[in-house]
């Protein structure tokens, strides 16, 4: 995982920072002061910056391992619009608490949020995001060349967040090799679940509405196990629900999140866990669990996608909107956005057409090379991929696990 740093683009220095809070530049808030002005109407934002702007951005979807080097670049080729960069990183549950205060009272100490489908929707229920696309949907031509699933997810946002990354993600099953000989990997829910029982405690996963992996493996069983309607967990789950109960008995507990769930993996606790392309890469490649764990897919599934947006709270001056459009439109151009395949955490990552592996720095050819999966690219062209549950249908869903299946046995970290 990369640092978090800050970027000035005087002599182009970069200057290691930590994973806290940064403080953002005086004078660049929404209120009126010396260094900044009023709120600004889509009219009011101009091509470029009257002058150099400092920005801060908040990531609470892990996107700065993806994006951080595009912003670094934009910010050294371009001092003319951006003077220097801030980072600072969240969980997103705490994304509406914190951006709110501050778009309420007009004074913005964060200018561009990273996150997922989740923070994005909260934020959007509680209006907080510039409308983008509708504003200025004309300066972002780089969102043309999206690829069809980036396009699809695209439409989650509504037209207030612009997608930056993209992956197909999963469901695939990891596994241990020195315990599980290959012919005897599931191939089907009901393998594993078989499976399961005759290995009482060795699989397990992540809570869903604390891990991306967990909740890519839940939203995908109602397509594996053909219930009625994989859009509504309500009314439309009762396989999965009733299949997840079943498995639950061999389950002897589950973790927070899916740090943990690697962990598990590393020291032997579990044998087999779900996971997904980006998170079979780079714990692999990080050495967080050994080189020689394997992915496996299922016979028959369906990707369930996930993204990543740019986020401009409500109350920017026009100099920080023109900023933020220039470095979104820049982060959208093919040879700029490979760099998101970095070390494969959101495999493949790029979100645009051409935005191709030859062109992501060596380092992460040479990463691919070593710990990728030459099976991966074939499988995203041969299944189908769909969005993920709308934001209320999800919560549902956790809901009804928390309740109904693992809630009560979740491993504290």
Sequence with gaps: MRSVRTVAAIGAAALTVGLAACSPPEGQSGQEDDGGGPAAEPGDVPTVPAEPVSLHILDVAGNLNLTQEMIDQFVEENPDIISEVT????????????????VDSGDLQIHLVLSGTDGMSAGIGEDLWVPVVEEFGDRLTGMDGYLEG?????????????????????PF????????EEAEVPATPEELLAWAEANPGRFGYARPANSGVGRTFLQALPYMLDDSDPLDPENGWDNTWDYLAELDRHVDFYTTGTGAMVSNVADGTWTMTPTTMGW????????????????AEFE????????????MPRGLTADEQSAILNLIEYMLQPEVNSYAYDSGYFYPGPAVEGASLDQAPQESQDLMAEFGRDWYDQ???????????????LVTAFDIWDREIGGDRVQEE
């Design 300 to 311: 028959e599934y369906t990707f369930v996608a996930d993204s990543q947006y740019a986020l």
């Design 280 to 295: 079979d890469i780079q714990p692999r490649a990080d050495g967080l669990v050994p080189a020689e764990i394997e992915a």
């Design 150 to 170: 980036a396009a699809a997810m695209q439409e989650l946002a509504e037209g207030y967040g612009v997608l930056l990354t993209y992956t197909p993600s999963g």
């Design 87 to 102: 980072y600072e990183e969240a969980g997103s549950p705490d994304l509406v608490g914190t951006i709110k205060p501050q």
């Design 173 to 180: 099953l990891w596994y241990n090799p020195a315990e599980v």
């Design 379 to 393: 499988a995203i062209e041969e299944h189908e991929v769909v969005t993920p549950l709308p934001a209320d249908a």
